[in-house]
């Protein structure tokens, strides 16, 4: 009975490790791209979290390094978990676009917030440390990140970061 339920322990161990494994990068990443990556993690997380969340996506992926688009994700995965923490919100409208040279993640909430504004210009005193975190982590990616109070209700954040430029000498076969 004692290795009956070690061997309980293990399975329940493993399949802990294979979650985080997949929540850390899931296999989705790298076979259908950072859109459908964050389409399923926006719909895994709306169950988990209770949030209403709806998903606006370019059809393209657009060109970023791996290391970005992992990045990106996690900076997601982020968001998600300090909005859940810290807004109390019921709805979120996630919005994820290519512009030019720059992809452009959106997350508007109609929660409250607990930080009034996050600009790169402004003082982050009193700040939470969540919101902190996202920020540094979008100025290692060469980005930037804002968090902004909506007019009514709830806040914008917006995460931009560069994405690789196609060279004048790189030729498409």
């Given at each position: 009975?004692r290795?009956?339920?070690?061997i309980?322990s293990?399975?329940t161990?493993?399949?802990m ?10 296999p ?6 950072l859109h ?6 926006a ?6 979290l ?5 998903v ?18 996690r900076?997601?995965?982020d ?13 979120l ?20 917030g607990?930080v009034?504004?996050l ?22 990616l ?10 009514v209700k709830?806040?914008?954040v ?7 430029r ?8």
């Open positions: 009975q290795i009956a339920e070690m309980e293990l399975d161990a493993v399949a490790v294979r979650r985080i494994a997949i929540d850390l990068r899931p989705m990443l790298d076979d259908l791209g459908a990556a964050i389409e399923w993690l719909h895994d997380s709306s169950r988990r209770g949030l209403h969340m709806t606006s996506a370019d059809e393209i992926d657009p060109p970023l390094d791996e290391r970005t688009s992992i990045a990106v994700f900076l997601f995965q968001a998600l978990s300090h909005i859940a923490r810290t807004a109390g919100a019921t709805r409208h996630v919005e994820l676009r290519s512009h030019e040279h720059e992809l452009v993640l959106r997350l508007d909430d109609n929660g409250i607990a009034e504004s600009n790169a210009d402004a003082p982050t005193h009193g700040a939470v440390d969540g919101a902190i975190a996202l920020r540094q982590q979008a100025l290692h060469g980005g930037a990140l804002t968090i902004e109070t909506l007019p709830g806040h914008r917006t995460l931009q970061v560069p994405t690789k196609i060279s004048d000498t790189t030729r498409l076969a």
